[in-house]
């Protein structure tokens, strides 16, 4: 092919989207009926890109029906395992895609290309199609090794110490060998608000994609990888001043599947990560070269309190559905004055969250912008605290703001502004952000999280049943037992299992009691704790009690409620 063909099947790549006016230019014209090679580059490349529509097309309407049987099966699709952070409350930390994510990443994906033809449908629509039909795709990254179930139900790495991480998601467990200990442990997944972005093929090409398309990148054919392969090797070149030279990306021509992408940065350090699509994929951690006459330490808790462990946490993930709700923190004095503390504004729209939350004291001599102090705050009603927050009277001291891909917080410190962004859903993170910033989180415990915290060698949870208790009519009871600390919940199964007591004791540290005073029910029929009343005692040495405190949590919450979908989008913060 001379440089005159080279231009020529340039210009017409990255400007398909114009093609009726390309083809009405009488230069392209005359090169089109003197050159066979760039005829049939056009034709295919047309092919090509009706090929890409016709594929975008035909998954619109499984979306909805992706989505209701993802968030059916599991409240989010995992992803990678990233491993194991040293902080307590982050002992298990595991992938997890927003719902329906990774289901529906091919029509999320196409529907992204479809707008960047000039890129997008250089000879990659064919392998999108094939890329989906593929169960299981192993990755590798220098040294690092991943294995992912299309569906997201099983996520395996293998690192180059010989440690090997298997999840599997569908079971709700998780297998992790060390090669020094030549131990397996066996654990529940705990943990599920990291997102996956940008790790699988598609989710890379898409990205690849959307940067190059807005740097301008200029795409060339380069032939085969090797001679005598069918491999074609498509070349994107960026302009001076964005951070990569050029990216390379290598498919199969017979099989259509992505092999290989290569960046080269300006420096001319280069990253490659290469793919091949196993069938079938690794069945168990076994199939990843873990010995099988490895140790097994199991800290999954067995027993008949499993089975209310199971429930309780399905009903958390559950949550309120779409709903709108205000919560009004208070500090009880004397049990007569009701001080105070914080007001808190939830809205969550499908998978969409915010979290407002502000300073409700008196600080630094301000006035306050509802009536008064001496009890009458808690009988505020959700109108009213709408209407203070739309004033602008009260300045948000800490917003939170889940979009479906990414967490954004703002938060006011010593009056400085600190924006913070995750690729998670910081929701579903314990021990996150201060106070209360997940409503159905007061309602339902995250267990899972409470028997993972302890589960290592020497402080594994025990889980026991409790007993009917006479003084706790119709209640179901449950005990954690991890060292120097009980935590017994207390649910009510008649009314969606709230959580209505929960008691948690540290020897010689501090007694925690929350309990429900009067219970509530939305409009959906969901119940919810409308007020809870929670007591704190801190222990001497001698385990003597020191000094109880004493707060109140009151609930406003309308489920069903139709929200503003600009509430969600990260520019409001502040608003």
Not at 93 to 113: F, P
Not at 367 to 386: A, C, I, T
């Amino acid at each position: 092919m001379n440089a005159r063909c080279e231009e020529f099947q340039t210009m017409i790549a990255a400007g398909l989207g114009e093609f009726s006016e390309i083809r009405q230019t009488e230069e392209i014209r005359r090169h089109l009926e003197g050159c066979s090679d760039c005829r049939e580059y056009f034709r295919a490349l047309q092919a090509d890109d009706e090929l890409l529509a016709v594929f975008t097309e035909s998954l619109r309407p499984s979306l909805s029906r992706l989505e209701a049987r993802t968030i059916d099966s599991l409240s989010g699709v995992p992803a990678v395992c990233r491993g194991r952070f040293r902080k307590t409350w982050a002992r298990k930390v595991c992938a997890t895609v927003a719902v329906a994510a990774a289901l529906c990443v091919v029509a999320t994906l196409a529907v992204r290309i479809l707008g960047l033809t000039g890129v997008a449908s250089v000879g990659l629509a064919g392998t999108l199609e094939a890329m989906q039909g593929k169960a299981w795709v192993h990755s590798v990254e220098r040294v690092h090794e991943i294995w992912r179930r299309r569906d997201g139900r099983i996520v395996a790495f293998k690192r180059p110490n010989g440690s090997v991480c298997y999840t599997d998601y569908a079971d709700n467990v998780e297998y992790e060998y060390n090669p020094n200990s030549r131990k397996i442990v066996i654990s529940l997944v705990a943990g599920s608000h990291v997102l996956a972005r940008d790790e699988t093929p598609l989710e890379m090409v898409a990205n690849i994609i959307e940067s190059a398309e807005k740097a301008g990148a200029k795409v060339r054919h380069l032939g085969p990888a090797e001679p005598g392969t069918s491999t074609e090797v498509i070349r994107l070149d960026y302009p001076d001043g964005f951070h990569l030279s050029s990216t390379l990306l290598t498919r199969d021509t017979a099989t259509n599947l992505l092999l290989r992408i290569e960046w080269i940065r300006r420096a001319g350090e280069k990253m490659t990560v290469t793919f091949d699509y196993p069938d079938p994929g690794p069945t168990d951690i076994y199939a990843l070269g873990v010995p099988a006459d490895a140790i097994v330490h199991d800290t999954r808790p067995t027993g008949p309190a499993m089975t209310l462990v199971r429930r309780i946490q399905e009903r958390l993930d559950r949550g309120f559905g779409d709903h709108q709700a205000i919560l009004l923190e208070s500090e009880i004095e004397n049990d007569v004055a009701y001080l105070p503390m914080h007001v808190s504004v939830f809205r969550q729209k499908g998978q969409r969250k915010r979290w407002d939350s502000y300073r409700a004291f008196n600080f630094r001599g301000l006035d306050l912008p509802y009536p008064g102090e001496e009890g009458r705050w808690p009988n505020l009603s959700m109108p009213q605290v709408l209407d203070i927050v739309a004033s602008g009277a009260m300045s948000p001291t800490y917003q939170m703001l889940f979009d479906g891909s990414r967490t954004v917080t703002r938060q006011m410190y010593n009056r400085e502004v600190r924006v913070r962004e995750w690729e998670s859903d910081q929701f579903k993170a314990p021990g996150g952000a201060p106070f209360t910033h997940y409503l159905p989180s007061l309602t339902w415990p995250d267990l899972y999280f409470e028997i993972q915290r302890g589960s290592s060698v020497h402080s594994r949870t025990e889980i026991l049943e409790l007993p009917a208790d006479p003084n706790r009519p119709g209640l179901v009871g449950l005990r954690l037992v991890r060292f120097a600390e009980t935590q017994d919940y207390w649910f009510d199964p008649a009314r969606d299992h709230v959580l209505i007591e929960r008691i948690q004791i540290q020897q010689r540290v501090n007694t925690r009691r929350e309990f429900v005073r009067e219970l509530g029910q939305a409009s959906t029929g969901v119940w919810y704790p409308r007020v809870v009343e929670v007591e704190s005692t801190n222990l001497g040495p001698d385990g003597v009690p020191d000094r109880t405190r004493r707060w109140e949590r009151r609930i406003l919450l309308e489920t069903g409620t139709t929200i503003d979908d600009a509430l969600f989008d990260p520019a409001t913060l502040a608003r």
